[in-house]
C-alpha cells in the first residue's frame, strides 16, 4: 500500500509532486513491499514508463552513461566539477527522485539522499521512496519520525522547497 508524507507539514503537496505520487500509485500492487522483495532497481524500473509520461528523466541502468548526473559545482569555464546520481530528475531539474530498498535505513542512506539533493543545483524538492517494511524494521516509520524531528526542532533549515516521503 503506498504512503506518503509531505515534509514540512505546514505545507500542501504540489501539483507536480501529485504527479510523482500517481505514478507510485498506479503501480502499487506491482511493488507492495509487503508482498514483493524487490531491489530498488527493481521499483524503479516499473514505475520508469509512468515517471518518463511526466517528463522526468529516469536511470536506466547503473552504467556510467545511463545514469542520471546531476551537478553540485561548477569551475573554469563553467564545467561540471561534481556531480551527484539522481535515480530521476524532472525536466526542469526542480524535483529530484531516490527509491531506495533495504538500505534505507539499515546504512542511513536516506540521510545520504537528502544531503545529496540539497548540494545538488537547482533542486527544490526531494522525493524518498522507501520500502514500508524491510525485514523487522519499518523503514516508513524511522524515515518519516526523522523529517518530523527536523522540522519541527527548527534546529536544520534544509535549502529545499519541501521532502516528499513515499513508502511502498
Same mark, same amino acid.
Given at each position: 500500500m503506498i504512503r506518503y508524507q509531505f515534509f514540512p507539514r /505546514?505545507?500542501?503537496?504540489?501539483?507536480?509532486?501529485?504527479?510523482?505520487?500517481?505514478?507510485?500509485?498506479?503501480? *502499487?500492487?506491482?511493488? *507492495? /513491499?509487503?508482498?514483493?522483495?524487490?531491489? /530498488?532497481?527493481s521499483v524503479l524500473a516499473k514505475v520508469r514508463p509512468l515517471l518518463e509520461k511526466e517528463g522526468y528523466c529516469v536511470e536506466k541502468s547503473k552504467r556510467e552513461k545511463e545514469?542520471?548526473?546531476?551537478?553540485?559545482?561548477?569551475?573554469?569555464?563553467?564545467?561540471v566539477d561534481k556531480f551527484f546520481n539522481a535515480d530521476a530528475l524532472s525536466n526542469d531539474g526542480r524535483i529530484v527522485i531516490e527509491v531506495e530498498a533495504g538500505r534505507a535505513t539499515e546504512n542511513n542512506q536516506f540521510l545520504k539522499d537528502i544531503f545529496e539533493a540539497c548540494m545538488m543545483f537547482?533542486?527544490?524538492?526531494?522525493?524518498?521512496?522507501?520500502?514500508?517494511e524491510y525485514r523487522t524494521h519499518k523503514d516508513f516509520d524511522k524515515i518519516y519520525q526523522f523529517l518530523e524531528t527536523l522540522y519541527i526542532s527548527n534546529r536544520l533549515h534544509l535549502p529545499l522547497k519541501g521532502v516528499l516521503l513515499i513508502g511502498y
Open positions: /505546514s505545507r500542501g503537496v504540489t501539483e507536480e509532486i501529485q504527479k510523482v505520487i500517481d505514478c507510485f500509485k498506479a503501480v *502499487d500492487k506491482k511493488i *507492495d /513491499s509487503s508482498c514483493h522483495k524487490l531491489q /530498488s532497481d545514469k542520471i548526473n546531476v551537478p553540485v559545482l561548477f569551475g573554469n569555464d563553467n564545467k537547482d533542486v527544490e524538492y526531494l522525493v524518498l521512496a522507501v520500502r514500508n
